[in-house]
């Protein structure tokens, strides 16, 4: 049975979601404002989007505030405002100047702050992440944040036919935003329903369940500062591995965290999925 576990936690590497772009914000504040000196891009793709301005317009910017809008991180000055979404493998480090580069470094910013002069770094072996250089009175959504998923509206939208609960929490345009693969195997898990459900079948109460779990569990995994494994995936703003993969129920595990039983794997929305049948009953059709 180790062994079985241990194959599970190799095949399994988070994507960066809502906790883990909340813990960058919550580790940038402390050095707000920042000033920027001069930038560096080294992958164009880094800056696609058409909207974009470019990076050079951010030298002389002070960032006073830092703020996250579901998957996205957005550093906010007067004049521009910079958008970090870090899709399947990007990563921001905070390091000092003289430290050489990382490999796959495609865009960094010398910034002076309170203690000094530092170098905001962009990471992304995949090259899937963006940067975006806006105004700053751009928006890219107005669905309901995860953190505020328990008092997300619920007007119909996200129960159209029968697309299964975790295929709307993986699409950012419907009930809320910032959820990803591992949270929402673990906000279907906490509310106590199978992520296969259709979503026309819930009724008011369990939407409730589920948006009280989607701020729980965010809240739960942001103060763990993200979900890695013991040896790879996410790392938070100072490299180091998040520590919310020993708190994960169901995502990756071959047993339930909760009841012990085995836990169920399958394909939801093109995604791997996991579930206890245990505390997760099926649910039949109103």
């Known amino acids: 049975?180790?062994?079985?576990?241990?194959?599970?936690?190799?095949?399994?590497?988070?994507?960066?979601?809502?906790?883990?772009?909340?813990?960058?914000?919550?580790?940038?504040?402390?050095?707000?404002?920042?000033?920027?000196?001069?930038?560096?891009?080294?992958?164009?793709?880094?800056?696609?989007?058409?909207?974009?301005?470019?990076?050079?317009?951010?030298?002389g910017e002070t960032f006073f505030k830092v703020t996250r809008s579901g998957k996205w991180l957005i550093l906010h000055g007067s004049n521009h405002s910079l958008w970090v979404h870090l899709r399947m493998s990007g990563r921001l480090r905070w390091c000092d100047p003289a430290d050489a580069l990382e490999k796959h470094t495609h865009a960094s910013l010398r910034v002076s702050s309170s203690i000094g002069q530092s170098d905001l770094r962009f990471i992304d072996p995949r090259t899937f992440g963006e940067l975006r250089v806006l105004r700053p009175d751009a928006q890219l959504s107005k669905v309901t944040d995860v953190l505020d998923a328990k008092s997300a509206p619920h007007d119909g939208k996200p129960c159209s036919g029968n697309l299964a609960i975790k295929a709307v929490f993986l699409d950012q345009t419907r009930f809320v935003q910032g959820i990803g693969n591992y949270l929402a195997d673990e906000v279907c898990h906490a509310a106590r329903i199978d992520p296969n459900t259709p979503s026309s079948s819930l009724s008011e109460a369990q939407w409730a369940d589920l948006g009280q779990a989607a701020s729980d569990c965010f809240e739960v995994f942001a103060k763990a500062r993200g979900t890695a494994l013991k040896d790879e995936g996410w790392k938070d703003l100072f490299g180091e591995l998040g520590g919310g993969g020993d708190l994960l129920k169901v995502h990756a595990k071959p047993k339930c965290g909760t009841c012990s039983g085995p836990v169920s794997k399958g394909k939801i929305a093109g995604r791997s999925s996991y579930w206890c049948q245990v505390c997760q009953p099926a649910i039949k059709a109103l």
């Open 1 to 59: 049975m180790q062994a079985a576990h241990r194959c599970v936690l190799r095949t399994m590497s988070p994507m960066p979601e809502a906790p883990e772009l909340e813990t960058l914000k919550r580790q940038v504040e402390p050095f707000l404002p920042m000033r920027v000196e001069s930038v560096s891009l080294r992958l164009e793709r880094a800056l696609r989007h058409p909207d974009s301005l470019p990076l050079e317009s951010l030298v």
